[in-house]
T-cell receptor, first 114, second 113 residues
Framework: DAGVIQSPRHEVTEMGQEVTLRCKPISGHNSLFWYRQTMMRGLELLIYFNNNVPIDDSGMPEDRFSAKMPNASFSTLKIQPSEPRDSAVYFC????????????FGEGSRLTVL | AQSVTQLGSHVSVSEGALVLLRCNYSSSVPPYLFWYVQYPNQGLQLLLKYTSAATLVKGINGFEAEFKKSETSFHLTKPSAHMSDAAEYFCAVSEDSYQKVTFGIGTKLQVIP
């Protein structure tokens, strides 16, 4: 079975440009999470959805970040405008029902903002 | 609020030696606790999880962890390190039904031949 699929795997962009990261969760999973990983701050939870509804977006750093989940099989994380400090690896993860926190991670999208 | 503290951002062990990675948690309710492993350029994958069924939890690749409520600890061990164990290990905690999972800062394990 396919795991969590993220795209693009690598993105290099210039400061001020819009960046859109995409995620396809595992079919049948009803929770989706966006994490950001940096050397300095480790893994930070940005936002998570349950049944396509955003539950907690308190980790979103600022208004430049937005996330959507229009249906059960697709989510986007958008940064507009991007800044060099947004450079990080962004992970999407999904889980199913009462699976007590077992998250299935994608391979990540490595973002570099010049 | 839930949190975990991992002691030691880098740990080095010799091949064949005991692996011990430390994790302490903070939670206002009985928590679910996890260890995840991340290999270079990959996402995280679950090693093992504690969900109150048994205090000693066995995971994949010979790893195990013991939940000690009195010490608020959930340390990860493996009797004999293998070169393939070199990776970054994350302790994590969850305490709500939406499975919001909070990760520790991670411990990079180096295995020396």
């Amino acid at each position: 079975d396919a795991g969590v699929i993220q795209s693009p795997r690598h993105e290099v962009t210039e400061m001020g440009q819009e960046v859109t990261l995409r995620c396809k969760p595992i079919s049948g999973h009803n929770s989706l999470f966006w994490y950001r990983q940096t050397m300095m701050r480790g893994l930070e939870l940005l936002i998570y959805f349950n049944n396509n509804v955003p539950i907690d977006d308190s980790g979103m750093p600022e208004d430049r970040f937005s996330a959507k989940m229009p249906n059960a099989s697709f989510s986007t994380l958008k940064i507009q405008p991007s800044e060099p400090r947004d450079s990080a690896v962004y992970f999407c993860a999904s889980s199913f029902g009462q699976s007590t926190g077992e998250l299935f991670f994608g391979e990540g999208s490595r973002l570099t903002v010049l | 609020a839930q949190s975990v503290t991992q002691l030691g951002s880098h740990v080095s062990v010799s091949e064949g030696a005991l692996v011990l990675l430390r994790c302490n948690y903070s939670s206002s309710v009985p928590p679910y606790l996890f260890w995840y492993v991340q290999y270079p350029n990959q996402g995280l994958q679950l090693l093992l999880k504690y969900t109150s069924a048994a205090t000693l939890v066995k995971g994949i690749n010979g790893f195990e962890a013991e939940f000690k409520k009195s010490e608020t600890s959930f340390h990860l061990t493996k009797p004999s390190a293998h070169m393939s164990d070199a990776a970054e290990y994350f302790c994590a905690v969850s305490e709500d039904s939406y499975q919001k999972v909070t990760f520790g800062i991670g411990t990079k394990l180096q295995v020396i031949p």
